[in-house]
């Protein structure tokens, strides 16, 4: 069949679009670092005509055409009145209508305005993933596929019974109630009840797929679209690539959740359900139901001897315990993950998403919030600076006043009455312009505070979040100034000295042999050595030219007191032509220089 090469961003070797002579047209991904992780070859160009075509018919035709998918596109723009919806409005439908993949990206973009305008990421928050359920016949085969044919039934049954109606279902999973049998796990009572999240069959091959056709087109955006490259598609491809790699793989999620169990294992405010790892796989999650609400329905507040102010306090406590303690943070805490226990705590579902944060991150996020208290901007800009990675051409001051035209009208205000984190939010807009490239983890904790807010006006109508965030940083520089954890710190930098002192000797002693050797060569790297170069080499001839025009200048004088021959102009013809010689080449030289000037 007839082959084309494309060339592709990034310095790639060229993408191959094979047409076999059949109505099927295979597109082949070269067996690159990513085609290894996952989203390795478009086997099959009818997804990729599917989203050519939709995002034409949304009024993105001419993109398709500048990247090269024109001869993909088989539905024109036919229906849709481009000039009735502004272009965010109109991708956000595309993303839609191209499923639960597009969606997922949309609501990634929607934590990133950063990387994408305004108008977009204000847009895609209103992506919302949701999905019609699969009969629970059409589930029954990931379950076939962890428990076998008998899961259901027999001695070997794992459940007593599992109700076919699904309590949530989203794009990647459905959620289902369940009684264990006694005999399923060991110490498990008979009876117990269960939530099982269930991955849709299929969904996986769904995702490598479209991830594929993803990296593809993000590598056509930058290769012939310049004002897109600036947004690095390819980078955020591979950010959503990671995000979904993890989400998808319940074995994590199971992981995630041990990992709270233990941090909370002390604190009786908050509840973590068991998982139940004997019965969990990467596709089959058994989790312990929670006897609790979740915060976004209207009864979780109305529960008979229920404290909202016990509740919120736990709430917040349980989050910034995990942003300024742990470390480890969930990661999409709405009010639909949040339940409100009889007793006034709070437990924690969906543990698909979280953020880790380093202690140089965690120290970053208390002093930001001890900034924005004192209205400090400089030490605002400093700390993101400090973070993103080194950046010759900030300019910390301009960066500063522009934090401040951003920051300073809203803190006049009441800050019960303003979204802190909508706030920090835009903060990144300002760093984005100002070059520097925020760490992703601080991009999904700005998100979570917007969503902790969101929460905390549930229970609240005048929460303010910035009181409690400070009480946490000042728990946190306390926390740096306590023995156990100073005399770690001294322990690690007696280490490290410690290191450096053993190497330093047979460092010195490799440098100094290096030295020595006969072959050694000293370089020295200038900025702009060719200019240097060519200045020291104009100089020198110039040194030498008027060298030479002294000589001849001292020539013609010395040759007027010994030949008194023939005379030009009362000259001797000899002094005549020395002083002519020198004349010339110092019209030549002032030329010259004149020049290159």
């Given at each position: 069949?007839q082959?084309?090469?494309?060339?592709?961003?990034?310095?790639?070797?060229?993408?191959?679009?094979?047409?076999?002579?059949?109505?099927?047209?295979?597109?082949?991904?070269?067996?690159?670092r990513r085609?290894?992780?996952?989203?390795?070859?478009l086997r099959?160009?009818?997804?990729?005509?599917?989203?050519?075509?939709?995002?034409?018919?949304?009024?993105?035709?001419?993109?398709?055409?500048?990247?090269?998918?024109?001869?993909?596109?088989?539905?024109?723009?036919?229906?849709?009145?481009?000039?009735?919806?502004?272009?965010?409005?109109?991708?956000?439908?595309?993303?839609e209508?191209?499923?639960?993949t597009?969606?997922?990206?949309?609501?990634?973009?929607?934590?990133?305005?950063?990387?994408?305008?305004e108008?977009?990421?204000?847009?895609?928050?209103?992506?919302?993933?949701?999905?019609?359920a699969?009969?629970?016949?059409?589930?029954?085969?990931?379950?076939?596929?962890?428990?076998g044919?008998?899961?259901?039934?027999?001695?070997?049954?794992?459940?007593?019974?599992?109700?076919?109606?699904?309590?949530?279902?989203?794009?990647?999973a459905?959620?289902?109630?369940?009684?264990l049998?006694?005999?399923?796990?060991?110490?498990?009572?008979?009876?117990?009840?269960?939530v099982?999240?269930i991955?849709?069959?299929?969904?996986?091959?769904?995702?490598?797929?479209d991830?594929?056709?993803?990296?593809?087109?993000?590598?056509?955006?930058?290769?012939?679209?310049?004002?897109?490259?600036?947004?690095?598609?390819?980078?955020?491809?591979?950010?959503?690539?990671?995000?979904?790699?993890?989400?998808?793989?319940?074995?994590?999620?199971?992981?995630?959740?041990?990992?709270f169990?233990?941090?909370?294992?002390?604190?009786?405010?908050?509840?973590i359900?068991?998982?139940y790892?004997?019965?969990?796989g990467?596709?089959?999650?058994?989790?312990?139901?929670?006897?609790?609400?979740?915060?976004?329905?209207?009864?979780?507040?109305?529960?008979a001897?229920l404290?909202?102010?016990?509740?919120?306090?736990?709430?917040?406590?349980?989050?910034?315990?995990?942003?300024?303690?742990?470390?480890?943070?969930?990661?999409?805490?709405?009010a639909?993950?949040?339940?409100?226990?009889?007793?006034?705590?709070?437990?924690?579902?969906?543990f698909?998403?979280?953020?880790?944060?380093?202690?140089?991150?965690?120290d970053?996020?208390?002093?930001?919030?001890?900034?924005l208290?004192?209205?400090?901007?400089?030490?605002?800009?400093?700390?993101?600076v400090?973070?993103?990675?080194?950046?010759?051409?900030?300019?910390?001051?301009?960066?500063?006043?522009?934090?401040?035209?951003?920051?300073?009208?809203?803190?006049?205000?009441?800050?019960?009455?303003?979204?802190?984190?909508?706030?920090?939010?835009?903060?990144?807009?300002?760093?984005?312009?100002?070059?520097?490239?925020?760490?992703?983890?601080?991009?999904?904790?700005?998100?979570?505070?917007?969503?902790v807010?969101?929460?905390?006006?549930?229970i609240?109508?005048?929460?303010?979040l910035?009181?409690?965030?400070l009480?946490?940083?000042?728990?946190?520089?306390?926390?740096?100034?306590?023995?156990?954890?100073?005399k770690?710190?001294?322990?690690?930098?007696?280490?490290?000295?410690?290191?450096?002192?053993?190497?330093?000797p047979?460092q010195?002693r490799?440098?100094?042999?290096?030295?020595?050797?006969?072959?050694?060569?000293?370089?020295?790297?200038?900025?702009?050595?060719?200019?240097?170069?060519?200045?020291?080499?104009?100089?020198?001839?110039?040194?030498?030219?008027?060298l030479?025009?002294?000589?001849?200048?001292?020539?013609?004088?010395?040759?007027?007191?010994?030949?008194?021959?023939?005379?030009i102009?009362?000259?001797?013809?000899?002094?005549?032509?020395?002083?002519?010689?020198?004349?010339?080449?110092?019209?030549?030289?002032?030329?010259?220089?004149?020049?290159?000037?």
């Amino acid at each position: 069949g007839q082959k084309t090469r494309r060339s592709c961003a990034r310095n790639t070797t060229p993408t191959k679009i094979e047409r076999p002579s059949g109505p099927q047209v295979t597109a082949v991904r070269r067996p690159t670092r990513r085609a290894r992780r996952g989203g390795s070859a478009l086997r099959n160009a009818a997804r990729l005509r599917t989203i050519a075509s939709v995002f034409a018919r949304y009024g993105f035709q001419n993109v398709a055409e500048k990247i090269r998918l024109g001869r993909f596109i088989v539905e024109r723009l036919s229906g849709i009145d481009a000039d009735q919806f502004t272009p965010a409005e109109r991708m956000r439908m595309a993303f839609e209508e191209l499923g639960p993949t597009f969606v997922k990206l949309g609501q990634l973009l929607a934590t990133r305005p950063d990387l994408i305008p305004e108008e977009f990421v204000e847009e895609f928050k209103r992506l919302h993933d949701q999905v019609s359920a699969l009969p629970f016949d059409q589930m029954r085969s990931t379950l076939e596929q962890q428990y076998g044919r008998d899961f259901d039934k027999g001695d070997g049954s794992v459940f007593q019974e599992i109700d076919p109606n699904p309590i949530g279902a989203a794009s990647i999973a459905q959620v289902y109630r369940a009684v264990l049998k006694s005999s399923a796990v060991g110490g498990a009572a008979s009876g117990t009840k269960v939530v099982l999240k269930i991955q849709r069959p299929g969904i996986s091959e769904v995702i490598r797929n479209d991830i594929g056709v993803l990296y593809f087109l993000a590598e056509q955006l930058a290769a012939f679209v310049p004002e897109a490259a600036v947004f690095n598609p390819v980078g955020i491809v591979d950010e959503f690539f990671k995000t979904l790699e993890l989400e998808t793989n319940f074995n994590v999620e199971a992981n995630n959740i041990k990992r709270f169990q233990q941090n909370f294992r002390d604190d009786a405010t908050v509840k973590i359900p068991h998982v139940y790892l004997e019965l969990s796989g990467p596709k089959v999650l058994v989790l312990e139901a929670l006897q609790g609400v979740a915060l976004s329905q209207p009864s979780a507040l109305s529960q008979a001897g229920l404290n909202r102010d016990d509740v919120m306090r736990a709430g917040i406590r349980c989050y910034f315990k995990q942003v300024f303690v742990h470390g480890l943070f969930h990661g999409d805490l709405h009010a639909g993950n949040l339940f409100v226990m009889p007793d006034s705590t709070v437990g924690l579902i969906d543990f698909g998403i979280v953020g880790r944060l380093n202690a140089r991150v965690r120290d970053a996020i208390a002093n930001m919030f001890v900034a924005l208290y004192s209205e400090d901007y400089e030490r605002l800009a400093y700390e993101y600076v400090d973070l993103a990675p080194f950046n010759e051409q900030i300019d910390v001051d301009e960066f500063a006043k522009d934090l401040q035209d951003l920051l300073a009208p809203h803190f006049g205000l009441n800050l019960k009455s303003v979204n802190l984190g909508r706030l920090l939010m835009s903060t990144t807009v300002v760093a984005a312009k100002h070059r520097l490239v925020l760490p992703g983890e601080l991009m999904l904790f700005f998100k979570s505070i917007v969503t902790v807010e969101g929460m905390g006006r549930i229970i609240r109508s005048d929460f303010d979040l910035l009181p409690h965030a400070l009480e946490f940083a000042d728990e946190l520089v306390r926390a740096k100034l306590d023995t156990e954890r100073f005399k770690g710190d001294a322990l690690g930098f007696g280490r490290d000295s410690a290191m450096l002192l053993r190497t330093l000797p047979r460092q010195l002693r490799q440098f100094v042999r290096r030295v020595n050797h006969p072959d050694f060569a000293f370089r020295l790297s200038l900025v702009e050595l060719e200019e240097v170069k060519k200045s020291l080499e104009t100089s020198s001839n110039l040194v030498f030219l008027g060298l030479v025009i002294a000589g001849l200048m001292l020539s013609g004088s010395a040759t007027m007191f010994i030949d008194r021959g023939h005379l030009i102009l009362g000259i001797p013809l000899l002094s005549a032509i020395f002083y002519g010689l020198a004349g010339a080449l110092g019209l030549a030289a002032f030329r010259n220089y004149i020049k290159k000037s």
